[in-house]
């Protein structure tokens, strides 16, 4: 597998010779390489941007929404291609993979018909000579910056955004899984999308950020990954007065009341969080369990996650792979370590498996107190912490204690418990009783440290749009 850039309607390998090599997590062995961009193809995107920006803006939004859809139709035809492309890079079993490559013509198919309807509106005016109007345009040539867990779905949001509302972009994909991002540039690429309206690149991430920012080409900066990687891109693109949307991390809660089945939400509970390896950033991490149900549905949950098959992605019957690179591997054992050595009881996992690749073993931890490192980072892998509260208060109060602030999760039976945690939880997603969130027509985004604006939904398109007032006199 070796990626390519795509700079101004054509593939290149770019004007360097540095590569970066692309591993299986599953082996720890090399698969492919992708060439890092120079500061020479970042100018050259740079000026395909401006250019592609200018006819995409001319077009209509139905013709552009022709384009998209007829890019979504050839990410169905691509479907297996960019799923195995996903698992053989990223590591996720080949079932989610597909789960993801399915949701990339959605994302397309939603945004191309919402494009046509991003309606501006009329003001009554206090003269009747005088026409008021509201004109929704393009903001611009955007820099998106795209993270490894969701190779596909990532950089597909903001495409798909971006596209429909008529900006063109820069995409900086992951280096770790850039087979997929080429598979889904290709299909726009062969739907008939203008040079220089999508541009993909690779290589050393701040370089690119630097260069790409700071351009007056760039009008505005989509990022999804780490809290100070975010902060970092939000501060130079504050330094050259740009607009950012900042999906960043989180720390989910998963608050259990008394009046659940423990082992029916222990069950649904065990899918959520040790999909992708737990290395998603809405995964539940913190589990808050009322006293009075709390001992069955740990011990539920740890049958649960005792029973999980883990394995290489493309092998028939995993439930979970590897994590994505060997550091992920390092920095979870690093938590759970110091959580046992401050009191938490491990009651299933808290260890490497294997001698090869980047496996790690589903993982329990209860009791965890709160100066453990794990109830104050991000795990971002297979690790779930089950700690005890005797009332929602307690259960609401430690959801909202860390500056964390993206999805969160209830149970519950009761409709003032229901209403209670509506009103009271601090995040920008919530959902009870399912796990209802990440579709495209729904709002996705966090507050505080977990960033702000969204991605999805009409929230995601108006991110790409501006507002022109124009009053004018008869």
Same mark, same amino acid.
């Given at each position: 597998?070796?990626?390519?850039?795509?700079?101004?309607?054509?593939?290149?390998?770019?004007?360097?010779?540095?590569?970066?090599?692309?591993?299986?997590?599953?082996?720890?062995?090399?698969?492919?390489?992708?060439?890092?961009?120079?500061?020479?193809?970042?100018?050259?995107?740079?000026?395909?941007?401006?250019?592609?920006?200018?006819?995409?803006?001319?077009?209509?939004?139905?013709?552009?929404?022709?384009?998209?859809?007829?890019?979504?139709?050839?990410?169905?035809?691509?479907?297996?291609?960019?799923?195995?492309?996903?698992?053989?890079?990223?590591?996720?079993?080949?079932?989610?993979?597909?789960?993801?490559?399915?949701?990339?013509?959605?994302?397309?198919?939603?945004?191309?018909?919402?494009?046509?309807?991003?309606?501006?509106?009329?003001?009554?005016?206090?003269?009747?000579?005088?026409?008021?109007?509201?004109?929704?345009?393009?903001?611009?040539?955007?820099?998106?910056?795209?993270?490894?867990?969701?190779?596909?779905?990532?950089?597909?949001?903001?495409?798909?955004?971006?596209?429909?509302?008529?900006?063109?972009?820069?995409?900086?994909?992951?280096?770790?899984?850039?087979?997929?991002?080429?598979?889904?540039?290709?299909?726009?690429?062969?739907?008939?999308?203008?040079?220089?309206?999508?541009?993909?690149?690779?290589?050393?991430?701040?370089?690119?950020?630097?260069?790409?920012?700071?351009?007056?080409?760039?009008?505005?900066?989509?990022?999804?990954?780490?809290?100070?990687?975010?902060?970092?891109?939000?501060?130079?693109?504050?330094?050259?007065?740009?607009?950012? %949307?900042?999906?960043? +991390? &989180?720390?989910?809660?998963?608050?259990?009341?008394?009046?659940?089945? =423990?082992?029916? @939400? $222990?069950? /649904?509970?065990?899918?959520?969080?040790?999909?992708?390896?737990?290395?998603?950033?809405?995964?539940?991490?913190?589990?808050?369990?009322?006293?009075?149900?709390?001992?069955?549905?740990?011990?539920?949950?740890?049958?649960?996650?005792?029973?999980?098959?883990?394995?290489?992605?493309?092998?028939?019957?995993?439930?979970?792979?590897?994590?994505?690179?060997?550091?992920?591997?390092?920095?979870?054992?690093?938590?759970?370590?110091?959580?046992?050595?401050?009191?938490? %009881?491990?009651?299933? +996992? &808290?260890?490497?498996?294997?001698?090869?690749?980047?496996?790690?073993? =589903?993982?329990? @931890? $209860?009791? /965890?107190?709160?100066?453990?490192?794990?109830?104050?980072?991000?795990?971002?892998?297979?690790?779930?912490?089950?700690?005890?509260?005797?009332?929602?208060?307690?259960?609401?109060?430690?959801?909202?204690?860390?500056?964390?602030?993206?999805?969160?999760?209830?149970?519950?039976?009761?409709?003032?418990?229901?209403?209670?945690?509506?009103?009271?939880?601090?995040?920008?997603?919530?959902?009870?009783?399912?796990?209802?969130?990440?579709?495209?027509?729904?709002?996705?985004?966090?507050?505080?440290?977990?960033?702000?604006?969204?991605?999805?939904?009409?929230?995601?398109?108006?991110?790409?749009?501006?507002?022109?007032?124009?009053?004018?006199?008869?």
């Amino acid at each position: 597998m070796t990626a390519s850039l795509y700079i101004d309607g054509a593939w290149t390998e770019g004007s360097g010779k540095r590569r970066g090599k692309v591993l299986n997590p599953a082996t720890g062995q090399q698969v492919g390489e992708v060439p890092f961009a120079e500061d020479a193809d970042l100018d050259r995107a740079l000026l395909a941007a401006g250019k592609g920006f200018r006819v995409w803006k001319a077009m209509s939004a139905i013709e552009r929404s022709k384009i998209m859809r007829k890019a979504a139709e050839i990410m169905r035809e691509r479907h297996e291609t960019m799923a195995r492309a996903i698992t053989a890079e990223q590591g996720k079993p080949i079932a989610e993979a597909r789960i993801e490559a399915s949701l990339a013509p959605e994302h397309t198919e939603w945004n191309a018909e919402e494009g046509r309807r991003a309606y501006g509106r009329l003001i009554p005016a206090r003269a009747s000579d005088v026409t008021q109007l509201v004109v929704k345009e393009p903001i611009g040539p955007v820099a998106a910056f795209s993270p490894w867990n969701f190779p596909v779905n990532q950089v597909v949001r903001k495409i798909a955004s971006a596209l429909a509302a008529g900006c063109s972009i820069i995409v900086k994909a992951p280096e770790e899984a850039p087979t997929c991002a080429v598979e889904l540039v290709r299909c726009f690429e062969e739907a008939g999308a203008p040079a220089g309206v999508l541009n993909l690149v690779f290589g050393v991430p701040a370089e690119i950020s630097e260069r790409l920012i700071s351009s007056s080409v760039i009008q505005k900066v989509s990022f999804t990954g780490s809290v100070p990687v975010g902060r970092h891109l939000g501060a130079l693109a504050a330094k050259h007065l740009k607009p950012t %949307t900042m999906e960043l +991390g &989180g720390h989910a809660p998963f608050i259990v009341t008394e009046d659940v089945d =423990p082992i029916a @939400v $222990a069950a /649904a509970a065990t899918a959520s969080k040790f999909r992708n390896a737990g290395q998603v950033c809405i995964s539940p991490t913190r589990f808050l369990v009322h006293d009075k149900v709390f001992d069955r549905f740990l011990e539920a949950f740890v049958e649960k996650a005792e029973a999980i098959k883990v394995g290489d992605g493309m092998a028939e019957g995993t439930q979970m792979g590897p994590l994505a690179q060997a550091r992920r591997v390092d920095s979870v054992d690093e938590l759970v370590q110091d959580a046992a050595a401050k009191g938490a %009881t491990v009651h299933v +996992g &808290g260890r490497r498996i294997g001698n090869h690749g980047f496996f790690y073993a =589903p993982t329990i @931890v $209860a009791n /965890a107190p709160l100066p453990s490192r794990i109830m104050n980072e991000e795990p971002f892998g297979p690790v779930a912490i089950v700690n005890r509260v005797t009332s929602l208060d307690e259960a609401l109060t430690e959801a909202n204690r860390l500056p964390f602030a993206l999805a969160s999760y209830a149970f519950t039976n009761s409709l003032s418990h229901a209403d209670r945690i509506t009103d009271d939880i601090e995040a920008g997603m919530l959902t009870i009783n399912h796990f209802g969130l990440g579709v495209p027509e729904t709002p996705f985004g966090g507050f505080r440290d977990s960033g702000h604006g969204s991605e999805g939904g009409v929230e995601g398109l108006s991110a790409y749009l501006r507002n022109k007032f124009v009053s004018r006199k008869r």
